[in-house]
């Protein structure tokens, strides 16, 4: 079955200083991943997706992600931290049997000190 | 992106009634819609995936005739908590997705059951 694990329930940076939010999949196949934001009562932004291609996904607000295979990992990072991504982030993948269903991980809220 | 526009975004209803809870893609034909729940500080759970025209798929422990879940035409899609209770009360969050597109996903209602 595909899941994804984000091993950190939090991740505390100082502003200014660069971000990695951690994400582990398992899948059969090909993996699709994704990377979601949620801000407080609200739905989920989409950051970036790997589908194929290049390791290294460039996203929306200046958001990237490295694919590694050997490792099986897809994290998400950012070079600079702003307060205002201070948020909920949530790796997802792709279900195999169902093209469009997404499988959440747990989430990640990341909390930047000004 | 594709905007997906879910209404209303806040509802207060009574014990034991029902509450119907919209959600439509603006600028394309959603094939296929899914419902999330979420409760606080917890991931999404999917609830159920309908596509168009047909009866919604429910996920495992998911109550079909207490979610009742319509998807009539190609930019609605709707869900209805049917005798609602306090323990109803959660953020729900929809998502739709068009003919090889990836999901978009709605603002989220959150369902508050006094």
């Known amino acids: 079955a595909q899941s994804v694990a984000q091993p950190e329930d939090q991740v505390k940076v100082a502003e200014g200083n660069p971000l990695t939010v951690k994400c582990t999949y398992s899948?059969?196949?090909?993996?699709?991943l994704f990377w979601y934001v949620q801000y407080p009562n609200r739905g989920l932004q989409f950051l970036l997706k790997y589908i194929t291609g290049d390791n290294l996904v460039k996203g929306s607000y200046g958001f990237e992600a490295e694919f590694n295979k050997s490792q099986t990992s897809f994290h998400l990072k950012k070079p600079s931290a702003l307060v205002s991504d201070s948020a909920l982030y949530f790796c997802a993948v792709r279900d195999a049997d169902s093209s469009y269903k997404l499988i959440f991980g747990s989430g990640t809220r990341l909390l930047v000190r000004p | 992106g594709a905007v997906v526009s879910q209404h209303p975004s806040r509802v207060i209803c009574k014990s034991g009634t029902s509450v119907k809870i919209e959600c439509r893609s603006l600028?394309?034909?959603?094939?296929?819609m899914f419902w999330y729940r979420q409760f606080p500080k917890q991931s999404l759970m999917l609830m159920a995936t309908s596509n168009e025209g047909s009866k919604a798929t429910y996920e495992q422990g998911v109550e079909k005739d207490k979610f009742l879940i319509n998807h009539a035409s190609l930019t609605l899609s709707t869900l209805t908590v049917t005798s609602a209770h306090p323990e109803d009360s959660s953020f729900y969050i929809c998502s739709a997705s068009g003919k090889n597109t990836e999901a978009f996903f709605g603002q989220g209602t959150r369902l508050t059951v006094v």
């Open positions: 899948v059969s196949g090909n993996p699709y």
């Open positions: 600028d394309f034909q959603a094939t296929t």
